[in-house]
């Protein structure tokens, strides 16, 4: 019974970081195409931090849930926010911008748990607020890390696939986006074989170690 309650406190202190991480990732995409001319998102209703507007039912929930179980890591992605690139301005760099928009909003959350953490290390171990705290900054900083580089890998349909074919010329960029059809199967390819985090996780230290600086966080 202990174990199952410590499991609940973990996983109710782990949702306000994860909820926001997911949330303000795709709200920044579709705040920055507004700016940049494309009210889709906007009009749909989609630029609103309500959780459940951004939940994908097989991506959100069935995906993780299944391979948790079965492969024993858990991979999904929340409703992509729509971007209609003919209405940009300038659609290639400006869908370029939109792409690293929600990276950039990790970046910033990575960094505001960081400053969370540091505060909550200044209250005394006793206190009320010491430990939970510091889970849910802790918890805050590695889910936003991780989300940002992992988006940033350069394979369609990931954001860092589409700032990859907004900067390529032409031809190569052609064909690395005829790979986007395809590129969930080879993420969970890449996550299964333990390709993707030999190439991520050096990304990922060396971010921690760059906030852990900023922020004076042990």
């Known amino acids: 019974m202990d174990n199952i309650e410590t499991i609940i406190q973990i996983v109710s202190i782990a949702l306000i970081p994860v909820i926001f991480a997911i949330v303000l990732h795709e709200v920044a995409h579709g705040w920055v195409a507004k700016q940049l001319g494309d009210n889709t998102a906007y009009s749909l209703g989609r630029l609103t931090l ?76 006793d206190s009320a607020f010491a430990v939970p705290l510091s889970l849910m900054a802790t918890i805050g900083i590695g889910i936003n890390i991780i989300l940002m580089i992992f988006n940033l890998f350069p394979l369609p349909p990931l954001d860092g696939g589409r700032v990859a074919v907004g900067l390529l010329p032409p031809k190569p960029a052609y064909y690395l986006s005829r790979l986007e059809p395809y590129g969930f199967i080879i993420i969970l390819v890449l996550l299964a074989t333990g390709v993707l985090g030999y190439l991520i996780s050096p990304v990922i230290g060396l971010v921690l170690s760059l906030i852990a600086k900023l922020t004076g966080m042990q």
């Open 50 to 125: 309500n959780p459940i507007k951004h939940i994908d039912p097989i991506g959100t929930i069935l995906v993780p849930i299944l391979l948790y179980m079965t492969a024993g890591f858990a991979f999904g992605w929340a409703k992509p926010v729509p971007i209609d690139w003919r209405n940009l301005r300038h659609p290639k760099r400006d869908m370029v911008y939109v792409a690293l928009a929600g990276p950039a909003a990790n970046l910033l959350m990575a960094v505001f748990w960081g400053i969370v953490l540091k505060i909550a290390s200044m209250f005394s171990p």
